[in-house]
């Protein structure tokens, strides 16, 4: 039996989990949770050598089943196309982790358009579409959960980091929406927001870093709680609350520029 043989099978009695972006980061430490809890495992990102990577590691150590999808997910046909795919291979999803996400720091002046274009197509329209492929399924069999990743960048507007901070700002939106959608179906939708975690995307250590594994652990948590949208450490539960709801989002964008800019000239010198 193949790995998509053994997992479709599997399926019936328990839908593997999706994750996006598995390959890295935060996504990697989500994956290793779902694992050690005996899930199986579908793992989608661009580098298909990574991705096997992360795989073999993970059927080693946890006995689980692990398919990977190498798919640009910014590409227009992606969502439909891993859709079709799980569902030819007979796979049922009962967990969707979207994950994958990219950042573009700097003045959007300066970015080139195509790269805006591409970055909405990940972090905002891949969300969305992917979210609306799996549902029907999950809400037929009365069971699921959809774990969106936004961003603490999703609370105020982000300048030189305008695009991220806007399509976070759409996914944390769309699934607090999605999650009145959902109540009572026995679907469990939300959102979590990481602040500043050490990941590939957002090397280096620093003051109130926190790590992949406690973003993890937040995701783990929220699956088992109802809220509809959760930030992920004290610190940035805070910062979220005051950003949102306490500063007017003239002075909360000032304060955010003043991070960004400072992030921008880091990276360019
Ligand atoms: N790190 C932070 O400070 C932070 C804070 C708040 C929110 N987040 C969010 O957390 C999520 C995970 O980010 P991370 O920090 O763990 O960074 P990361 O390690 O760079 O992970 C991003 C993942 O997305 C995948 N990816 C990127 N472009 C893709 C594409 N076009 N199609 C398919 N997969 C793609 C990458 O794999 P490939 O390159 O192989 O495709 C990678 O596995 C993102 O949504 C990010 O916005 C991060």
Request: aromatic share 4%; charged share 20%; no cysteine.
């Amino acid at each position: 039996m193949t790995s998509t043989e053994r997992i479709g099978q599997r399926a019936i009695d328990q839908g593997a989990a999706l994750v996006t972006g598995a390959g890295t980061g935060i996504g990697a430490a989500i994956t290793e949770r779902l694992a050690a809890q005996g899930r199986d495992l579908v793992l989608v990102a661009r580098d298909s050598v990574r991705l096997e990577t992360a795989a073999e590691r993970l059927r080693a150590e946890h006995r689980v089943d692990v398919l990977t999808v190498p798919l640009d997910l910014s590409r227009p046909d992606a969502p439909a196309h891993l859709a079709k795919h799980l569902k030819d291979a007979g796979v049922e999803i009962d967990i969707l982790v979207n994950n994958a996400g990219a950042a573009l720091v700097g003045p959007v002046g300066d970015i080139d358009p195509a790269r805006i274009r591409e970055l909405v197509d990940l972090n905002a329209t891949a969300v969305a579409e992917t979210t609306a492929l799996f549902l029907p399924a999950m809400l037929a069999r009365g069971r699921g959960a959809i774990v969106n990743i936004a961003s603490t960048a999703a609370y105020a507007p982000a300048p030189y980091n305008a695009a991220y901070a806007a399509s976070k700002a759409f996914v944390l939106s769309f699934t607090q929406a999605l999650w009145h959608e959902t109540r009572g179906t026995g679907v469990r939708v939300v959102a979590v927001s990481p602040g500043a975690i050490e990941t590939p995307m957002n090397p280096g250590r620093a003051r109130g870093k926190r790590q992949p594994e406690q973003v993890a652990e937040t995701v783990m948590a929220a699956l088992r709680g109802r809220a509809p949208a959760v930030v992920d450490g004290r610190a940035y539960v805070l910062q979220a609350f005051v950003f949102s709801r306490v500063l007017p989002s003239r002075t909360a964008a000032r304060l955010t520029g003043n991070f960004f800019r400072r992030a921008a000239q880091s990276k360019q010198s």
